[in-house]
């Protein structure tokens, strides 16, 4: 059974929001920046948070809903943080014609989480991705840059064992 969709809290350090507050300084006058400044403030924070694009909408002056619209358009940008272990499995045709859909599934329920989400603790974040250039091997999984192929849904309980 899936959870209620989770949120991992927001935890900036000061440091992180000195940095950011000095990319807007610094950008905030080009034409065009706001790219460069949601690039810049990925990087400091290794996803955009509401929290973060809330300083940079204070910063810039640009209204938080074409902030948003920018973030979420373009796939370069993550609104949820990623996990110390980052799954993603491969939904490309080769895997899911031999289950990873079902496997895809069944992360969702051990982990409670839905794609593209982490983990309350941080530990393990879940996504999808269309082709790893392994499908001699589907289905296919990797967790950081170990790869995991010719899985069954009984494999996950064994595989999520070894990060525990």
Do not use: H, W
Not at 21 to 30: C, P
Not at 57 to 79: C, M, N, W
Not at 82 to 110: H, P, R
Request: proline share 4%; hydrophobic share 35%.
């Amino acid at each position: 059974m899936l959870s209620k969709k989770t949120t991992v809290p927001f935890r900036g350090t000061e440091e992180q929001e000195k940095a950011l507050l000095e990319v807007i300084a610094e950008l905030k006058d080009e034409k065009g920046a706001l790219m460069r400044i949601l690039q810049k403030a990925q990087d400091i924070y290794g996803y955009l948070p509401i929290e973060v694009q809330k300083m940079i909408s204070d910063g810039t002056g640009i209204p938080l809903e074409k902030i948003y619209g920018v973030a979420t358009f373009y796939s370069q940008f993550a609104l949820n943080p990623k996990g110390k272990y980052q799954i993603s499995v491969c939904l490309g045709t080769a895997c899911y014609v031999k289950g990873s859909g079902d496997i895809y599934n069944k992360l969702m329920e051990k982990l409670g989480i839905e794609g593209g989400e982490c983990t309350p603790d941080g530990k393990f974040s879940l996504d999808a991705c269309r082709c790893i250039g392994a499908c001699g091997l589907a289905p296919v999984i990797t967790i950081n840059d170990e790869v995991y192929g010719r899985l069954k849904v009984d494999d996950i309980d064994d595989i999520l064992a070894k990060y525990e």
